[in-house]
């Protein structure tokens, strides 16, 4: 019965570099949303993923963010070049069905620091 | 932007007393979401509530979604030290999959 699962749930980055975080969502889930949680703020949603397809990333920033979800393994998301105003908890939720009332279940997060 | 205000902020009250928490929208919602998070861990599901004037218990936890679909709470009944943390409501709405979360209510239950 294992829950979604985060990894790596640490990563220390330097300014300049990439980071890559990822989701295995929960046994027979096929949909993936991934949020961030800045200090003393919020989650924020940034993308929501099904197989090989993104639904919506109103959420995610224009430039050197991106996500995928694909046919095989866990959902990545992506940042290029971090700065330091990524600092903050990524959080990746997964349901079985579509739907609003849909309940989401969360991973762990990953907490990401940028040097 | 759908905005949904909680409160209060923060809460400490001593072990054995009642509270109620509040989460408030000025627009209507389709489902509301509550979820609890513990520092380093990701929010755990309590409850969702979908249907207006919908009331839902778990154990000592009481949920109640209001007429209008605009608001919700969350009513503990003699707090114990395992509830505390921060407390999230996140609203659903129509034809939307993702959730807005609220700001949340981080409750601390003094022994």
């Known amino acids: 019965n294992a829950g979604v699962m985060q990894n790596p749930r640490h990563l220390v980055r330097r300014r300049g570099q990439e980071a890559r975080l990822r989701c295995s969502p929960m046994?027979?889930?096929?949909?993936v949303y991934w949020y961030r949680q800045l200090p003393e703020e919020g989650l924020k949603f940034m993308v929501y993923?099904?197989?090989?397809?993104?639904?919506?990333e109103s959420g995610m920033p224009k430039e050197r963010f991106s996500a995928e979800f694909p046919k095989e393994g866990p959902s990545i998301l992506r940042i290029q070049q971090v700065v330091r105003g990524d600092s903050a908890a990524y959080f990746c939720?997964?349901?079985?069905?579509?739907?609003?009332?849909?309940?989401?279940?969360f991973g762990d997060g990953t907490r990401l620091s940028i040097l | 932007t759908q905005l949904l205000e909680q409160s209060p902020q923060f809460l400490s009250i001593q072990e054995g007393e009642n509270l109620t928490v509040y989460c408030n929208s000025s627009?209507?919602?389709?489902?509301l979401q509550w979820y609890r998070q513990e520092p380093g861990e990701g929010p755990v599901l309590l409850v969702t509530?979908?249907?207006?004037?919908e009331v839902k218990k778990l154990k000592r936890l009481t949920f109640q979604f209001g007429d209008a679909r605009k608001d919700s709470s969350l009513h503990i009944t003699a707090a114990q030290p395992g509830d505390t943390g921060l407390y999230l409501c996140?609203?659903?709405?129509?034809?939307?999959?993702?959730?807005?979360f609220g700001t949340g209510t981080r409750l601390t239950i003094i022994p």
């Open positions: 939720a997964s349901s079985p069905l579509t739907g609003q009332d849909q309940p989401q279940h």
């Open positions: 046994k027979g889930h096929s949909h």
């Open positions: 993923l099904q197989k090989e397809n993104i639904i919506d």
């Open positions: 627009s209507v919602f389709s489902s």
């Open positions: 509530v979908v249907t207006g004037g």
């Open positions: 996140a609203r659903g709405d129509f034809g939307n999959e993702k959730l807005t």
